[in-house]
């Protein structure tokens, strides 16, 4: 929850109020709840409080981000609904028991031979090495967590086959909804918003949305911008997120001349994204390596009628795109939403797509087609219809019980008892509850 950064902060204050609205009774449980995040619970009040008064569900909203790190020591002593954000969470996992004052490194390969049984045990070290890489998408530690839960869903309907056909578990997908970001009306028109960061007039301004990181594939847009430079010198580049410690954008346009057209805006608060989003003419969703996510800032741009230029996704087949090269329909039949890169041939596509989204009629062909898709099945309030019937559901399976390492079944009451022993003080009752709660 905010005020962390997160998009699925954002996504979670969005959807709880949702679905209260709906006559579900919430209570929010977070890492070391601010007032930024009024009405949370602290979650290390979670244990007490259930045992006082037992949830009918528990629901985690897990992805591959250490904000996430906390819900291992819950998620598998108190299984339920897990929305599954990422589908990949290897390296927030493997960080989070590795890099310790005392690493975990037994029980970190422990739930790796658990997690991928048909992996080389040895495997588990190369990446306990901090030598994983890019394969870490190719070992998605999710086996547990998904086996574990009464039911997952994803935002993704290939992405539920995928994992369904995989672990042999059930997977719900629901629609990805976003607030309309047009009401109410922006409060900064997209002259100031240009203005405040030295965007001329006339420029035509491609907006990123989300930390500047190179996972957004922004070395490639910078490369594929200074390329039409000849042709297309009035494009320019607005980058709205904190900077990533890990990159440098800075240093990047300026290797490419691009100083005086690359705009970092730093972080922007929720409420002014809209303006934000009405001062881009283009909004580029790229994303590489992927973790199987469903972008909320994509669907941002689309609501607000952005033409939005994405990477060319497995796991997001449901809409209909357009291929920048040649301009050939991929996908389910309608009006194309998007332009999508293939990464195979990024930098000739990306080219292609500045040079076809300079022509305003084609900009705006693609940018209303987005907002009707996005008002038919994604808005906030889609989705939180969806949410319904898969509480409802996960509400009525019992939980399932899976083999796993031993680490992951430790309540806590066998600490609390060894602690109480030498005063001859019993657990009180109701607390030691034995292997599960």
């Excluded at 989070?96 to 690493?103: G, H, I, N, S």
């Excluded at 719900?172 to 100031?192: C, H, K, N, Y």
Aim: charge should be negative; include cysteine; charged fraction near 20%.
């Amino acid at each position: 929850m905010p005020p962390s950064s997160s998009g699925i902060a954002a996504y979670s204050a969005e959807v709880v109020p949702a679905l209260r609205a709906r006559g579900l009774t919430v209570d929010v449980f977070t890492d070391a709840p601010t007032a930024q995040s009024a009405g949370a619970h602290d979650l290390r009040d979670f244990v007490w409080r259930h045992r006082r008064d037992r949830y009918d569900l528990t629901a985690f909203h897990m992805g591959n981000a250490s904000c996430h790190d906390t819900m291992w020591g819950y998620v598998f002593r108190y299984p339920g609904l897990l929305v599954l954000h990422d589908a990949q969470v290897h390296q927030a996992r493997a960080r989070a028991l590795l890099q310790r004052w005392t690493p975990r490194t037994d029980d970190y390969r422990a739930e790796f031979v658990a997690n991928h049984p048909e992996a080389p045990p040895d495997l588990a070290s190369l990446f306990a090495a901090g030598l994983g890489g890019s394969l870490y998408a190719h070992w998605p530690h999710v086996r547990l967590l998904v086996a574990a839960a009464r039911l997952v869903a994803v935002h993704s309907e290939a992405l539920a086959q995928q994992l369904s056909a995989t672990y042999g578990v059930d997977v719900d997908a629901m629609p990805m909804g976003v607030p309309d970001p047009l009401i109410p009306p922006p409060a900064l028109d997209a002259a100031t918003v240009r203005a405040r960061h030295g965007v001329p007039a006339g420029a035509l301004l491609i907006g990123a949305l989300g930390g500047v990181t190179p996972e957004k594939r922004l070395p490639e847009l910078l490369r594929a911008v200074a390329a039409c430079a000849d042709t297309h010198p009035d494009v320019h580049l607005l980058l709205v997120g904190s900077a990533a410690a890990h990159y440098d954008v800075a240093t990047d346009a300026a290797a490419l001349g691009l100083s005086s057209r690359v705009h970092v805006t730093g972080f922007v608060a929720e409420a002014e994204l809209g303006s934000y989003l009405q001062a881009m003419d283009v909004c580029a969703c790229l994303r590489w390596p992927s973790n199987g996510e469903t972008s909320a800032s994509w669907w941002r741009a689309m609501a607000a009628g952005r033409p939005t230029i994405i990477t060319d996704l497995a796991h997001q087949p449901e809409l209909p795109v357009v291929d920048p090269r040649d301009w050939r329909r991929m996908g389910p039949a309608g009006d194309a939403v998007a332009v999508a890169v293939p990464i195979l041939d990024e930098h000739a596509a990306l080219v292609a797509a500045i040079a076809a989204l300079h022509d305003a009629p084609v900009r705006r062909a693609l940018g209303e087609a987005a907002r009707a898709c996005w008002a038919a099945r994604h808005t906030l309030e889609a989705m939180a219809d969806a949410y319904v019937p898969v509480v409802e559901r996960a509400v009525g399976r019992p939980a399932p019980r899976v083999a796993r390492p031993a680490h992951l079944d430790r309540t806590g009451d066998e600490s609390l008892t060894a602690l109480l022993a030498p005063f001859d003080v019993a657990v009180p009752p109701g607390v030691a509850t034995g292997r599960r709660s």
